[in-house]
């Protein structure tokens, strides 16, 4: 006898084609190797199958089951639609939301192996991935977000009904146009609560309807008296009651605008939500994903050496393995940069070597963990507490390096030449390791904007200041529209000036009375 469903071979499929049953018993063989060899710890999983238009859907509402409407998605969906009818991009095999329950979404296009290694990839790898890296534990809450979303959804059409289309949309134009600039970096979000969000909401909005007075428009500007002292004594003084510096420009908004509604505060904190949301995804990419292509490559396997899946089954899936670890070359017109797929899975793999058959340049390297044989413990401590920063600091190896070819190049905008600072040897293995790892600092590669200084109570002027590194201006086009939307949501002059982080010496300034409104 058989088990029911599976082939008297012990396969769990055969072909192409699945069912439901085929999806259970696949799941089930591979939670087996998951959970008690890899030692994987996940959220309850929830597996859904969508249709080729729901995942463009999805693309469109950056990957969220539920999102509000906004014009700029049916625009990302008619232009992602283009593409895919024309054969130019095709679309991911699944899609998976950091929350709890982890939902998975597989295109019922897939076949059956297909099925096998997407479910593997994204419902156990990036599930253990959002469940126990301490970025996701610290910045976001999986079990809350889609109660939120649901009243964010809402929230904005019952917004839309009640103060139009145009008023509700030209309040998330400038919402999104801050995103980046809306997250908190280096302080813990407040923790969502959301069966207590609608009733907190409701109980704010109320309050803040029935005490709200545009009276306060009208009111003179205060006029500074006393010598530059007693100025300086303001300026501290108020700087300390309002928290200032401020990184997290939205918050500053929402919570200091002299001219929101309560309404347009609370579409604020919306989009302040799901930007600090995707916070930790920017900052784990290699992580993420070489996470989880390294456990759908070893359930994999370890099912095809088990008798699980044919030889044409495991040929499927390596090809569409080998495609999404493919790294194009500098001189190849698809180069955009590190594959993180590519770079990811090949640390994971390289700590995999390390840890079981070390070289001498291993254990000169790494002398804890090299020939220890623990490399699932040592995978387990590098998901659960790095970033992609940290973990490259740490954990790339001279033989990826050369692997990659990697090298360094010095470009200094005073010199009419690039100049190759380390290339893979002996003495350019820490160079490149620590140019590549801080080429992965949030911190590096966005800009540095934060609110500095404001007059509640003089001419309101806002003034935000950019701290420039090594020279990296803003784009003049997108600094001086990005100035229109805060000036859009503070109702006064807005004004930034750059300053070099390093010397203090002030680089520009503009303000919105240059760019106009």
């Known amino acids: 006898m058989t088990e029911k469903g599976v082939s008297s071979s012990g396969l769990l499929f055969s072909g192409s084609d699945w069912n439901f049953e085929t999806l259970a018993r696949l ?58 009818r024309k054969g130019y991009r095709g679309l991911a095999y699944e899609l998976v939301i950091n929350s709890n329950p982890c939902i998975t979404y597989l295109m019922e296009e897939n076949t059956a192996a297909m099925q096998a290694l997407v479910t593997a990839h994204a419902a156990f790898g990036h599930n253990h991935f959002f469940k126990n890296n301490y970025m996701f534990q610290r910045w976001t809450d999986a079990g809350a977000i889609l109660s939120y979303m649901d009243f964010a959804k809402k929230y904005v059409a019952r917004c839309e009904e009640r103060y139009g289309t145009s008023a509700v949309e030209a309040i998330l134009d400038s919402a999104h146009a801050l995103m980046d600039q809306g997250v908190f970096r280096y302080r813990r979000p407040p923790r969502l609560s959301s069966e207590k969000e609608r009733e907190r909401v409701r109980e704010r909005l109320d309050y803040e309807a029935q005490t709200y007075s545009d009276l306060w ?33 939205l918050y500053f908004l929402e919570k200091n605008s002299l001219i929101l509604e309560p309404w347009q505060r609370e579409l604020l904190r919306i989009v302040r939500v799901i930007a600090q949301y995707f916070y930790p995804q920017r900052q784990t990419k290699v992580m993420n994903e070489g996470c989880a292509t390294f456990v759908h490559h070893t359930i994999m ?103 990659f070819r990697l090298f360094q190049l010095a470009d200094d905008a005073g ?15 820490e160079a490149i390791r620590s140019a590549l790892a801080r080429s992965y600092d949030i911190g590096i590669i966005q800009p540095d904007v934060q609110v500095v200084d404001v ?61 106009g409104t």
């Not at 070359?329 to 793999?349: C, H, Q």
């Not at 010199?415 to 293995?429: D, F, S, W």
């Open 27 to 84: 799941y089930d063989a591979i939670a087996e190797i998951a959970l008690e060899e890899l030692k994987l710890d996940i959220y309850p999983n929830q597996l859904e199958i969508i249709s080729s238009e729901q995942m463009l859907d999805a693309y469109s509402s950056i990957g969220m089951p539920l999102m509000y409407q906004h014009w700029s998605f049916g625009k990302r969906f008619a232009f992602e639609e283009h593409l895919y």
């Open 301 to 403: 396997n370890r099912l095809y050496d088990k008798g699980k899946i044919s030889e044409g089954a495991m040929l499927e899936i390596l090809q569409s393995h080998s495609n999404v670890i493919f790294q194009p070359g500098f001189d190849d017109p698809r180069f955009s940069g590190l594959n993180p797929y590519a770079l990811g899975f090949a640390m994971m793999k390289d700590i995999e070597r390390i840890c079981t058959e070390p070289t001498p340049e291993d254990r000169d390297w790494f002398p804890d963990i090299a020939g220890s044989g623990n490399w699932r413990e040592t995978l387990l401590d590098a998901w659960a507490n790095h970033r992609d920063e940290s973990f490259i600091l740490q954990y790339l190896s001279p033989a990826v390096i050369r692997r």
């Open 217 to 249: 428009r009208t009111l003179p500007r205060k006029k500074t008296e006393g010598g530059s002292e007693e100025r300086d004594r303001e300026v501290r003084e108020r700087k300390r009651n309002l928290h200032l510096p401020e990184e997290n420009l």
């Open 455 to 515: 007059d509640l109570l003089g001419d309101r002027h806002l003034k935000l200041q950019h701290r420039v590194r090594n020279g990296v201006l803003l784009e003049e086009a997108t600094r001086d529209a990005t100035l229109r939307h805060v000036r859009r949501l503070w109702g006064y002059e807005v004004s930034l000036e750059g300053i070099d982080a390093v010397t203090g010496e002030r680089l520009y300034e503009r303000s919105t009375r240059q760019v």
């Open 415 to 429: 010199t009419p030449y690039c100049e190759v600072a380390a290339i893979h040897n002996e003495r350019g293995y």
